[in-house]
């Protein structure tokens, strides 16, 4: 099972998205939709969908929050082919953030915004090995750029399966970044690999919850570890959310909701809205007394 699910937010476009992503990339469907009502957007609709093997959830749930590329999706790619391919389709109706070329770190290489907004890297990975189509990227800036290292470091302590591969690190040339803070470096969280990078160029972004990750656990004794570990901001602490020190969004979520949240008895589903929408962090005796009615 993935532990760790990047969950989207869209305002109305989540199935639409869904279908698009899905019809992009190979091995990949659509497993479930869901309706909630009484939510504070209204009726929100949730989309779980595989691409590429690898497990995303999508959210529409009104226009709060809007992707930006401080959170980007890298695409590795075995063929300069197929990297020409995946611009075609994501880049229709979007924007170029680097245009399509070669670089020193890949011979075809491009950054682009989607139609939704969603920022995609799509590389030829040369002769390195690819274990994960899809990587989470994520980019420090503003108040939290040059901590990307520490933030590598504060991941790989409060997730027990943990690794930190490479590390890219800018030279004193490199200005305006700051030597010795990382150009790129990957990690691995619970058997998923995640990269990330500081830039010092202004940006008018840095993290939002338009892009959050999903930690599914097992027991209460779980998500109390994940939530006193990752909350730094008591005021982002709802219905499961929480942000840690770097502005990056969790949702810390007991596996029984993903079959609570499938639940086509219009009445259980109610009743488990109901209790979660009152919450701050999850209390699984609770949700499933909610269930249970």
């Known amino acids: 099972m993935q532990k760790i699910v990047p969950h989207l937010w869209f305002d109305k476009e989540a199935a639409d998205a869904a279908k698009f992503y899905t019809s992009v990339f190979r091995d990949s469907k659509i497993i479930d939709t869901t309706q909630i009502h009484g939510t504070p957007s209204g009726t929100a609709e949730m989309v ?91 980019m420090f800036t503003g108040d939290v750029c040059g901590k990307a290292e520490e933030a590598i470091n504060t991941y790989s302590t409060v997730f027990s399966n943990a690794n930190i591969g490479y590390i890219l690190r800018y030279s004193g ?81 007991p596996i029984i909701m993903k079959e609570m949240m499938r639940e086509k008895d219009p009445e259980k589903l109610a009743q488990v809205t109901a209790a979660f929408l009152k919450m701050k962090k999850f209390d699984i005796a609770e949700l499933k007394k909610a269930y249970e009615g």
């Open 173 to 253: 040339g490199d200005g305006p970044d700051k030597e010795g803070t990382i150009q790129h470096a990957g990690f691995i969280l619970e058997g998923q690999e995640f990269a990330a990078m500081d830039s010092a160029y202004e940006h008018n972004f840095t993290f939002n919850e338009a892009i959050s990750f999903i930690v599914y656990c097992d027991t209460q004794e779980e998500i109390d570890h994940y939530w006193g570990k990752l909350s730094a901001v008591p005021a982002s602490e709802q219905c499961g959310w929480l942000k840690d020190k770097f502005g990056l969004s969790w949702q810390i979520v």
């Open 48 to 138: 779980t969908i595989e691409l590429a093997g690898q497990e995303f959830m999508l959210i529409s749930a009104g226009p709060f929050f809007k992707f930006t590329p401080a959170i980007s999706f890298l695409i590795a790619c075995s063929t300069t082919e197929e990297v020409d391919t995946l611009w075609e389709q994501l880049s229709k109706g979007g924007t170029e953030l680097m245009p399509l070329d070669a670089y020193p770190f890949s011979e075809r290489y491009v950054w682009l915004a989607d139609r939704y907004g969603l920022s995609w890297q799509i590389m030829h990975m040369g002769n390195n090995k690819i274990t994960q189509k899809i990587i989470p990227t994520l």
